[in-house]
């Protein structure tokens, strides 16, 4: 298995790459996607960054219920690449202004949102009001009230609402979901999540999106969530209250917004949950310790690799072969079927009322109960 830190930095890469579309893909992916079945849900990305390129439209190569549909970008250069090997005609290409067209276009029935996270908002409330199913990426948001109003104005046009939240599909992760409502070995005191990586000392002039602050970028933001989520799902309850201490270690750099954010969750039955994120350090461990024995993933939040293991020996060690194909193929069969999706809008909804907490404890000190 390859180290913690290469699997990290892979994360990092894929989610930080900002070259062209086409450089970005792996070799696996060049070439179109066999003609899609009729029932084939239609994906149309918005937003056409590292992540995008790297990740999504290769996963959407590997799914059986979606298809790459069309895209959405704000940097025309990139177009001709994407067209080139995705076959993907003008009329499914769209720029920000004219966004509102896909309306008119049938062969688009999902748009998937992976820009800087002070647009999810309003390019979901634009998609639901062209009558398309959203699904947006982490953070769900800029604030609680934002995320509501993304699951109202899809509600209001009847068209789902799904949070990215990748990890909540893979199986090992679904296992450790499975263990808190089985408690194998008794209460769960404390869980430790821990996500982060190490970049951004070389900069330039040009600042990545992800250290402005009008973005919505920030180590809490990007990879704080991570930590968050996974407090949240392996304990099976919701936080009550929260402390947190934000640090910069490089303040030239992170004049705008936190390098790394410390946080406790404080939990109704007594468990609390200690947590970290940082751009400033490889970070990928979740454990809970328990009255009777231990659990963890380490790592926890790579695109592959994710390994476990438990006090009374067992692993977890199933295989994906791509999680992001596996999320999309999940999303897409809960709007053929008509079906609730595994992560909906409420489920980003309640991350973003504990991050809100969570600045706020950070900005001003001191316990923060979470509304």
């Not at 076959?87 to 202004?97: A, C, L, M, P």
């Not at 409330?125 to 699904?135: C, T």
Request: include cysteine; charge should be neutral.
């Amino acid at each position: 298995m390859a180290s913690i830190h290469t699997l990290t930095r892979r994360h990092v890469l894929a989610g930080l790459a900002g070259v062209a579309a086409g450089l970005a893909l792996p070799a696996h992916a060049a070439g179109r996607k066999a003609r899609p079945a009729r029932d084939s849900i239609g994906v149309a990305l918005v937003g056409l960054g590292g992540y995008a390129g790297g990740r999504l439209a290769p996963g959407l190569q590997l799914t059986r219920h979606c298809h790459l549909a069309g895209i959405v970008t704000g940097t025309p250069a990139k177009i001709p690449q994407w067209q080139e090997r995705y076959g993907i005609d003008d009329r499914h290409v769209y720029d920000y202004d004219g966004f509102d067209r896909i309306a008119d276009d049938p062969e688009i029935d999902v748009v998937y949102i992976a820009t800087p996270n002070d647009l999810h908002m309003p390019l979901t409330l634009r998609a639901a009001a062209a009558g398309k199913h959203v699904w947006v990426e982490k953070p769900m948001a800029m604030n609680a009230g934002e995320a509501q109003q993304m699951i109202d104005a899809c509600a209001r046009n009847r068209v789902q609402l799904t949070v990215g939240y990748r990890l909540q599909h893979e199986p090992n992760t679904q296992r450790l979901m499975a263990m808190a409502r089985e408690r194998p070995f008794g209460a769960i005191q404390r869980i430790r999540a821990d996500a982060g990586f190490d970049a951004f000392d070389d900069v330039g002039a040009q600042r990545p999106w992800r250290m402005l602050a009008r973005h919505g970028g920030g180590a809490m933001y990007d990879m704080g969530v991570y930590a968050l989520n996974a407090a949240r799902y392996t304990t099976g309850l919701e936080p009550i209250a929260v402390s947190a201490e934000r640090w910069t270690r490089r303040p030239q750099l992170f004049d705008e917004v936190d390098e790394g954010m410390r946080f406790t969750l404080e939990f109704a039955d007594g468990s609390t949950a200690a947590c970290s994120t940082s751009f400033g350090a490889n970070l990928n461990t979740l454990r809970a310790d328990c009255a009777d024995g231990w659990y963890e993933l380490s790592p926890f939040q790579t695109y592959d690799g994710i390994r476990g293991r438990a006090s009374d020996g067992r692993v977890f060690d199933a295989e994906v072969e791509h999680q992001q194909a596996l999320q999309m193929d999940n999303d897409a069969l809960a709007i053929r079927r008509g079906t609730p999706p595994r992560v909906p809008g409420e489920e980003g909804l309640r991350d973003m009322r504990v991050v809100d907490a969570v600045f706020a404890s950070a900005g001003a000190g001191g316990r923060r109960v979470v509304l």
